[in-house]
């Protein structure tokens, strides 16, 4: 059974960092691409940032390249994003995705 949960959200203060995790069971993590989302309130869901299982050849959308740093650990079955100078834009919740299948999200807040 494909799982994915995401953990590592929370409230932070504009111009923090936090760093989201990504756990994932049920198939062979290192053979497919982790993807990162994001939903604001009112908003549609947006892709983050994405990374391939060969090479890790990473792909970050405009909002958050130079911020956020997507990365994997094989051997731990574990996708991570770094989020880093956050911004109250930034506040939505975070899910992971592989093999088109999502997790619960987790929930980043930005706000003093």
């Known amino acids: 059974q494909v799982q994915l949960v995401e953990s590592g959200g929370g409230l932070v203060q504009p111009g923090g960092s936090l760093r989201l995790s990504c756990t994932a069971s049920g198939f062979t993590f290192s053979n497919y691409l982790l993807k990162w989302y994001r939903q604001a309130p009112g908003k549609e869901r947006e892709l983050v940032a994405s990374i391939t299982h060969v090479f890790s050849i990473t792909v970050y959308a405009d909002s958050v390249k130079g911020r956020f740093i997507i990365s994997r650990d094989n051997a731990k079955n574990t996708g991570y994003l770094q989020m880093n100078t956050l911004k109250p834009e930034d506040t939505a919740v975070y899910y992971c995705?592989?093999?088109?299948?999502w997790g619960k999200g987790t929930l980043v807040t930005v706000s003093s």
């Open positions: 995705n592989m093999m088109d299948k």
